[in-house]
């Protein structure tokens, strides 16, 4: 919904879309336009807060993996797999190497429904003038049937280790209540395969298109995880392209939660300037970590790391999904079902730290848990809410790039295809209420 | 086992009525007549979670699908409605997750030419505060005895 006057260089422009369509959750976008200018944008995020953290506190942490996987249905997994690391290391917990390798096999499986979900069902509509992936799907039958396919198979990788694949319950500390058999194994690496050249394909499919071609070059600083010889998924330390290089317990004193009047979400900054946590930062601060098996298949695609272009995301998403299956393949194949799929533990009091990359960025978590193993304080910082800032902030520098004075369609539907890029997970980052009791 | 000839899917969340694809499956799953065939795998009973376009590969396998699944269209209660095409139609009166429910999964599906060749959805009217009455429990149990019918009868002349 939107309303123009006249169309000069100077005109106003009131810019509202009250629902966002294709994402993650409810969220709005409000832009005024005065006199050539920007006058006022805010990403809206009005989900009503879902006060999670609060939640968790007074649980037992065996309740943990279950609980938070409920906040989101499209990365439980990123929720999991940080709470138990936080509490393992309060612990001094360490599941082993069959754990940890299954781990990552659970998060590829994750990241690649959810990216095959975000590419193919909510960001490519944009590019090829489709309103919903159903027109998508008639215009290009091949690439969505493509895309239903790693969705698929993400999904059954989840749901082997997980139990079923949206709000997995198959991930305790110490690692899983049950390990898959060989047949099941079997199958799955069976499809894994299969699905190598797709993913293949789907990388130089989406480089051909160049969806980067469609804005320039941004200034901004990328965050994740880094690993000593990993592309990071549950481990590593927090690195910036600016210097940053902290242990992951070390993260309030770089990044600063706060509250905007238009979110129900946290904004979060570092050293008070926004940033981007998700591929394209995860690439750009860890191509040189994707093993050689990826690095043979995109040999040719033109996309220069470190990129700055957020048009980049898709194809950063792509090559991230390629990893996944690679990565799943190498896990499956050498797979030996253990004894035991857990490691016993000693409940201790303390405060804990865990940091994994969820499909759409870095995922913080900070617990206390007391002696008796009930948690005293959680705290959890979403991709979304971290990104928030850069959000505006790209928003501000494309619609200035495409120029204000184009018609006010034109305007709106930039505005969400920026939005959309970045695949805002809005429930996931509505969980603060900020109660204010007036007293008279 | 057999390959499965015919699919019964339940769709839902477990807010209130919502679940009452999942009672539906799970009526089923305990009829005696039915037991032969589920055990055979000539029957498969799934139930979802809002499985979005997971959905679409649900539907492959078999040549016949019953999809369970509740709508919101101001209706009474436990009215059902029994559709085997244009399903776009009603795509915004059925519950949905993120913009892409069922409704949008048939869609692409029909779009993708993925649709199996015998699918008829059932869509159960239940009130907007998701509370479950006397009359839609009684519409379920009726509608459990009605799928066990069309079922043996399918199955049993094949």
């Known amino acids: ?440 | 086992m057999s390959e499965p000839q015919v699919t019964v899917i339940g769709v839902g969340s477990p807010f209130g009525a919502d679940q009452l694809g999942w009672w539906v499956v799970d009526g089923l799953s305990q009829r005696s007549e039915l037991q032969p065939f589920i055990a055979d795998g000539r029957l498969r009973l799934l139930s979802c979670d809002r499985p979005g376009s997971g959905l679409i590969e649900m539907l492959q396998g078999s040549g016949t699908v019953h999809l369970i699944d509740a709508m919101i269209s101001n209706a009474a209660p436990g009215t059902v409605r029994c559709l085997r095409d244009n399903f776009a139609t009603y795509s915004s009166l059925l519950m949905s997750s993120h913009g892409f429910g069922l409704g949008q999964a048939l869609a692409m599906a029909e779009a993708l030419a993925e649709l199996p060749p015998d699918l008829t959805l059932h869509a159960v009217e239940i009130p907007v505060d998701l509370s479950v009455s006397a009359g839609l429990q009684r519409t379920l149990q009726t509608l459990v005895i009605s799928l066990t019918v069309t079922v043996i009868s399918k199955l049993s002349t094949e």
């Open chain 1, 1 to 440: 919904m939107s309303s123009g006057v006249g169309m000069t260089e100077s005109r106003d422009v009131s810019i509202r879309v009250p629902v966002l369509a294709r994402v993650e959750g409810e969220g709005a976008l409000h832009i005024d336009v005065r006199q050539g200018r920007i006058e006022d944008l805010k990403f809206k995020i009005f989900e009503p807060p879902r006060l999670f953290e609060k939640f968790l506190e007074g649980r037992s942490v065996h309740e943990l993996p279950d609980t938070v996987a409920r906040i989101c249905g499209i990365c439980p997994v990123a929720y999991q797999m940080s709470a138990v690391h936080a509490i393992e290391q309060i612990f001094g917990c360490d599941p082993g190497s069959w754990v940890r390798r299954m781990r990552r096999l659970i998060y590829c499986g994750e990241w690649l429904e959810s990216h095959a979900l975000h590419v193919h069902l909510l960001a490519l509509p944009d590019y090829f003038g489709c309103a919903s992936v159903v027109e998508l799907a008639k215009l290009q039958p091949e690439a969505a049937r493509r895309g239903l396919r790693l969705q698929g198979i993400g999904n059954k990788l989840i749901r082997m280790l997980g139990g079923r694949s949206v709000h997995p319950v198959g991930v305790r500390i110490g690692g899983f209540y049950k390990a898959p058999d060989d047949a099941q194994v079997e199958v799955v690496l069976r499809d894994v395969r299969e699905l190598i050249p797709q993913a293949t394909d789907l990388v130089h499919w989406l480089a051909e298109i160049n969806l980067a071609a469609r804005a320039p070059a941004q200034s901004f600083t990328s965050v994740a995880l880094r690993h000593a010889d990993e592309y990071p998924l549950n481990e590593g330390r927090l690195v910036s392209d600016r210097g940053l290089d902290i242990a992951i317990s070390e993260f309030d004193r770089h990044f600063v939660e706060h509250q905007v009047p238009h979110s129900t979400a946290l904004h979060c900054l570092l050293h008070d300037e926004p940033y981007l946590v998700g591929p394209l930062a995860r690439l750009n601060l860890n191509h040189d970590r994707l093993p050689a098996s990826v690095l043979s298949q995109i040999t040719g695609v033109p996309l220069a790391l470190p990129s700055t272009n957020m048009f980049d995301s898709a194809l950063a998403r792509a090559v991230e999904m390629l990893f996944c299956l690679h990565e799943a393949e190498s896990i499956l194949c050498n797979y030996q079902r253990p004894d035991r799929p857990y490691v016993d533990y000693q409940v201790q009091p303390g405060v804990g730290y865990g940091c994994s990359e969820a499909p759409r960025g870095t995922l913080w978590h900070r617990y206390e848990v007391d002696a008796d193993g009930r948690v005293l304080s959680a705290r959890l910082v979403p991709p979304t809410s971290q990104n928030q800032a850069r959000i505006e902030a790209d928003l501000r520098t494309s619609l200035q790039d495409i120029g204000l004075d184009q018609a006010d369609e034109v305007l709106r539907l930039h505005a969400e295809t920026v939005v959309r890029n970045y695949d805002p997970c809005i429930s996931c980052s509505t969980h603060f209420l900020d109660l204010r009791v007036r007293r008279d």
